[in-house]
């Protein structure tokens, strides 16, 4: 390999991984050709989305941008939020940091037996905030794909539409996400959870994500899914753990203000250099 590449780390939130590059020093072009070069899993490093730190923007200890693995940019990203919040508390030895994102400020904190906490902000449920199309109840949506119909719509800083099932297992997710994703309702496409209330007062969910296809686990996805849960009467209390394909997240939608917090681990996998001359 060559010297002088951008260094980047590998990690993963209960299986949504991430290649992550610190640009505060030296800004790197990322066009969408060179995304899915990175993100390509047979000839490229490997991933669900592209993260990088930057330098902060506002009042921020740095600002995280996210592209999906077909080069399109986000604006938010859970998962990635606790990674990078991750990187950045063992840094600056901070019990807890304040992150800039296109989907709004993030607060992230140190959480018992190593997982990190993240404020994601408050859940924004009003047809325009997600966006729809056109003005609809976000609690029940005028859309039906195959088995799944009525969906609530939820905005995490990027669009969610959370579908309430039986038995996840039995939906094909694979085939009716795309159709969802896509559908001229969601002007900037959607997110797709479908979510089943259990009897202990757990959610079960999996999820297509914009952009990117299927995968373990999403941050958003989960906050999403347990403000659908607690709106639609689902759930006992206003958090719950959340399972997903990778594991648990515990998510709360704190009354007094609105916001959702989302909490589990952060994962560091490996670090390499990019060369220079390839880009991967």
């Known amino acids: 390999m060559s010297q002088g590449g951008t260094p980047f780390l590998k990690m993963h939130g209960l299986g949504n991984d991430f290649v992550v590059l610190d640009l505060r020093a030296h800004p790197l072009a990322l066009s969408p050709e060179r995304v899915r070069a990175l993100a ?7 991933c669900d989305q592209l993260i990088t730190i930057e330098p902060p923007r506002d009042r921020g200890v740095a600002f995280m941008g996210i592209r999906n693995a077909d080069g399109s940019v986000v604006e938010s990203c859970g998962n990635a939020t606790r990674c990078v919040g991750a990187v950045l ?9 304040n992150l800039e994102s296109l989907g709004g400020p993030l607060v992230v ?9 993240v404020d994601m902000g408050p859940a924004r449920l009003a047809w325009d905030a997600i966006p729809l199309a056109h003005p609809q109840d976000t609690l029940a949506l005028d859309l039906s794909v195959g088995p799944l119909s009525a969906p609530s719509a939820v905005s995490m800083g990027n669009p969610h539409a959370v579908f309430v099932v039986d038995d996840v297992d039995a939906i094909d997710l694979p085939t009716w996400g795309p159709t969802v994703e896509h559908h001229a309702l969601f002007p900037r496409r959607t997110n797709v959870e ?8 757990s959610v079960r969910m999996r999820v297509w994500e914009r ?11 989960a906050c999403a899914a347990l403000v659908t849960a607690v709106r639609r009467g689902l759930v006992p209390e206003r958090k719950a753990p959340v399972d997903l394909d990778g594991g648990r997240l515990w998510i709360e939608w704190r009354e007094s203000d609105g916001h959702v917090r989302m ?3 952060a994962t560091r996998v490996f670090s390499g250099v990019l060369d220079p001359e390839t880009g991967s």
């Open 40 to 46: 390509d899993r047979r000839t490229g490093i490997g």
């Open 89 to 97: 508390l063992a840094e600056t030895g901070l019990a807890t940091l």
């Open 109 to 117: 904190e140190r959480a018992e037996n190593g997982l990190v906490c």
């Open 194 to 201: 479908i979510i089943q209330a259990r009897a202990d007062g």
């Open 211 to 221: 952009g990117v296809g299927m995968t373990r686990a999403c941050g958003t996805g």
């Open 263 to 265: 909490t589990g681990p």
